[in-house]
Nanobody, 111 residues
Framework: VQLVESGGGEVQAGASLRLSCVASGRTFSINGVRWLRQAPGKEREFVSAITWSGGTPYYADSVRGRFTISRDSAKNTVYLQMNSLKPEDTAVYYC?????WGQGTQVTVSS
């Protein structure tokens, strides 16, 4: 399985971004996809998760109400819609499926 993230960028506080995670390869082996992030000098932390079948999503308390995870099974893509971004959301965002990781996409939010 290969995972490729995109959609990161530099925005001001209050703006929105939508991250995409495209899966290819043995996608039938995927049970769920998680988004995690890692800010400079900090440990990687969980952001959100969704099952590949599109079940109940999960969110970290820090992003609940601002971020929305979704998936498009026809496109083998999981999205992370991020609204009302804050400077503390600045991090490299990764998608993960089991043992597979994407390369990450940088999100920078300025105040």
């Amino acid at each position: 399985v290969q995972l490729v993230e995109s959609g990161g960028g530099e925005v001001q506080a209050g703006a929105s971004l939508r991250l995409s995670c495209v899966a290819s390869g043995r996608t039938f082996s995927i049970n769920g996809v998680r988004w995690l992030r890692q800010a400079p000098g900090k440990e990687r932390e969980f952001v959100s998760a969704i099952t590949w079948s599109g079940g109940t999503p999960y969110y970290a308390d820090s992003v609940r109400g601002r971020f929305t995870i979704s998936r498009d099974s026809a496109k083998n893509t999981v999205y992370l819609q991020m609204n009302s971004l804050k400077p503390e959301d600045t991090a490299v965002y990764y998608c993960q499926a089991g043992v597979y990781w994407g390369q990450g996409t940088q999100v920078t939010v300025s105040s």
